[in-house]
């Protein structure tokens, strides 16, 4: 990645631009700012400035960024809280994040997932399609003492 250095001013419109785009992380937009040359004194003071102008909100981010990922990706919590970790965010704000999603669309995104995955793999035998579904379902980031009672049920059909 090579470094650009622009005037502090279109630093900050274009910035301002990557942040009305889409949510960013705080870090997101640090790295950014630093890939195009702003120092360490200036990045710090334009993220605040971006801040309390509220370009910038982690706690919305992260919120979104959950709500997203769940409703969308089809991702449990386990995923969500790893990603938003990479993204370093704060655990208070990915704690937020992840109680904002509704347990009962929770329960029926997991069962829904759960029972697809297990008609996919017809061919297979019982333990080899309960395992393939267990892979299935800890990939995509949902909680074994969730899954397990949801998987077994199917198995016993």
């Keep these: 990645m090579k470094k650009i250095r622009i005037g502090k001013e279109q630093a900050i419109q274009r910035i301002r631009h990557f942040c009305a785009y889409q949510e ?10 630093y890939e195009l040359g ?8 334009i993220l605040s400035d971006l801040i309390s102008e509220n370009f910038l909100n982690e706690e919305r981010f992260a919120l979104q960024f959950a ?4 409703r969308i ?17 704060s655990s208070f704000n990915i704690k937020m994040a992840l109680k904002a999603i509704d347990p009962k669309d929770y329960e029926k995104t997991l069962i829904s997932l759960a029972t697809k995955k297990w008609n996919s793999l ?24 969730l899954y397990q009672p949801i998987v077994q049920s199917l198995y016993k059909g």
């Design 38 to 45: 702003m120092t360490k004194s200036e990045v710090e003071e």
């Design 122 to 145: 017809k061919g297979e035998r019982g333990l080899s399609r309960m395992a393939k579904t267990y892979a299935f379902l800890q990939q995509r980031g949902f909680e074994p003492a």
């Design 24 to 33: 960013r992380a705080q870090q997101e937009v640090r790295d950014k700012l």
């Design 67 to 70: 709500g997203g990922h769940f």
């Design 73 to 89: 990706k089809g991702w449990g919590k386990v995923k969500i809280n790893h990603a938003l970790q990479q993204k370093r965010v």
